[in-house]
């Protein structure tokens, strides 16, 4: 099973504290199995841009984002244009990025956006 496929899986958990950063070593390993997600913030951030042929198929992405955010309990930023999507992830209560995040991503990545 891949990196993706297992995180995907998987459900977010309530984190606080820096103990749950994850080490640059396992952010650079996940990221290789994430296609166009990249670090931004100094690496206390993952990011994506999403593209979309109209506003209707952007908005319906972003519905989704919703309720997978809401069921994990783990909320992006979000820049919605008319045809592409920001997708930010990191978690402030940790102070950068933690499993939570990869977690999320991997259930995006799963969704059939195009």
């Given at each position: 099973?891949?990196?993706?496929?297992?995180?995907a899986?998987?459900?977010?958990?309530?984190?606080?504290?820096?103990?749950h950063?994850l080490?640059h070593?396992?952010?650079?390993?996940?990221l290789l199995a994430?296609?166009?997600w990249?670090?931004?913030?100094?690496e206390q951030?993952?990011s994506?841009t999403?593209?979309?042929?109209?506003y209707?198929k952007?908005m319906?992405?972003v519905?989704?984002?919703?309720?997978?955010?809401?069921?994990e309990?783990?909320?992006?930023?979000?820049g919605v244009?008319?045809?592409?999507?920001v997708?930010r992830?990191?978690?402030h209560?940790?102070g950068?990025?933690?499993?939570?995040?990869?977690?999320?991503?991997?259930?995006l990545?799963?969704?059939?956006?195009?």
């Amino acid at each position: 099973m891949s990196i993706l496929e297992t995180l995907a899986k998987r459900h977010c958990q309530a984190l606080k504290g820096a103990e749950h950063l994850l080490a640059h070593e396992t952010v650079a390993t996940y990221l290789l199995a994430f296609k166009d997600w990249k670090l931004v913030e100094n690496e206390q951030a993952i990011s994506k841009t999403y593209h979309f042929d109209n506003y209707y198929k952007t908005m319906a992405f972003v519905n989704a984002i919703a309720f997978i955010a809401h069921h994990e309990d783990h909320h992006p930023d979000l820049g919605v244009h008319y045809n592409r999507c920001v997708v930010r992830f990191s978690t402030h209560d940790v102070g950068g990025l933690s499993q939570n995040d990869f977690i999320c991503a991997a259930k995006l990545e799963r969704l059939n956006y195009e």
